[in-house]
């Protein structure tokens, strides 16, 4: 079956604009979860949606947003960039959410590489 | 604050030897811990778990060890081989802040090379 799709995978913007980065999920898995790559700092949890409500959240600013449709596919949006923002953006699904493993296991995508200049 | 901490950026072994990649945590609410492997313009990939109950987790190569009083794990790969070579993020598992979902934290990886 297919594995998590995100789109787009490379992009470059400017300081002040906007990007709104998409998921979508392995087939049949509700839980969608976002994290930032940068070097040195791993994987930075950014939020975990599950039929469309936001259970999770971690501590990014409120200029990182996202959302859940009906489907299970996930978008996040980051407003005003700021160049601290450049890093990769990585997306994983999971059936539900929980213990991460097993059945369960987090699955990610090969991620969005945003640029900001 | 880094809850999960891998302390070495990079690690380097020769084929057919023993690989020792080690995370430490602080956080004493973390129940549930992973090991993942990234190859480059790939995402993360689960490679093994274990449960806070359990000291010891075996699945062919890969072995992983967790010390609770110590708040430390480590990851054997054994033998290792050429395309062990990738970077290995831990990642430990508790309750979300909200209190309503689990949510995973990271370390912030070690690159592993094994050498032919």
């Known amino acids: 079956k297919a594995g998590v799709t995100q789109t787009p995978r490379y992009l470059i913007k400017t300081r002040g604009q906007q990007v709104t980065l998409s998921c979508s999920p392995i087939s049949g898995h509700r839980s969608v979860s976002w994290y930032q790559q940068t070097p040195g700092q791993g994987l930075q949890f950014l939020f975990e949606y599950f039929s469309e409500t936001q259970r999770n959240k971690g501590n990014f600013p409120g200029r990182f947003s996202g959302r859940q449709f009906s489907n299970s596919r996930s978008e996040m949006n980051v407003s005003t960039l700021e160049l601290g923002d450049s890093a990769l953006y990585l997306c994983?699904?999971?059936?539900?959410?929980?213990?991460?493993?097993?059945?369960?296991?987090?699955?990610f995508g090969a991620g969005s590489r945003l640029t900001v200049l | 604050d880094q809850q999960v901490k891998q302390n070495s950026p990079s690690l380097s072994v020769q084929e057919g030897r023993i690989s020792i990649l080690n995370c430490d945590y602080t956080n004493s609410m973390f129940d549930y811990f992973l090991w993942y492997k990234k190859y480059p313009a790939e995402g993360p990939t689960f490679l093994i778990s274990?449960?806070?109950?359990?000291d010891k987790n075996e699945d062919g190569r890969f072995t992983v060890f967790l010390n609770k009083s110590a708040k430390h794990l480590s990851l054997h790969i054994v033998p290792s081989q050429p395309g062990d070579s990738a970077v290995y993020f831990c990642?430990?598992?508790?309750?979300?802040?909200?209190?309503?979902?689990?949510?995973?934290?990271f370390g912030s990886g070690t690159q592993l090379t094994v050498l032919p």
């Open positions: 274990i449960s806070s109950i359990k």
């Open positions: 994983a699904s999971s059936l539900a959410g929980g213990l991460f493993s097993g059945a369960n296991v987090l699955t």
């Open positions: 990642a430990a598992s508790a309750i979300g802040s909200s209190g309503s979902a689990r949510q995973l934290t």
